[in-house]
């Protein structure tokens, strides 16, 4: 009984893990799409040679800030999510082994 409540209680905490990244990544995902669209819509407008007011930034400077603090935001997700081991410390090089030891059994 208690053994089945311990398991139940990792896949929990192995689950709450798997959304944290799971998120990191979607974060970085929407953080390249927009930047690479506002990056051609930028050039666009710049091949157009138009006298097209670029707003309070001026022109792609708006980019600038936008990957500037938007980037801090995901430097600081990244932190949260993977930033608990930033060293590569003797208990981390262990789990790693046996994660990588568990897929390879995995795979036979």
């Keep these: 009984m208690e053994s089945e409540f311990l398991e139940e209680k ?6 709450k893990r798997v959304k944290e990244i799971k998120g990191f990544y979607w974060h970085l995902f929407w953080y390249l799409t927009v930047n690479i669209i ?3 819509v930028i ?9 097209f007011q ?12 936008n990957v500037l603090f938007w ?16 060293t590569f410390s003797k208990r981390w090089e262990e789990r790693k082994l046996q994660e990588l030891m568990n897929k390879d059994n995995f795979k036979k």
């Design 54 to 65: 670029y707003g309070f930034f001026g022109k792609g400077y708006g980019l600038v800030v």
């Design 71 to 86: 980037g801090i935001g995901l430097l600081v997700h990244w932190f949260v999510v993977f930033g608990r081991n930033l």
């Design 43 to 51: 050039i666009n407008l710049d091949a157009l040679e138009s006298s």
């Design 10 to 15: 990792r896949y929990l905490k192995a689950q």
């Design 38 to 40: 506002w990056v051609l």
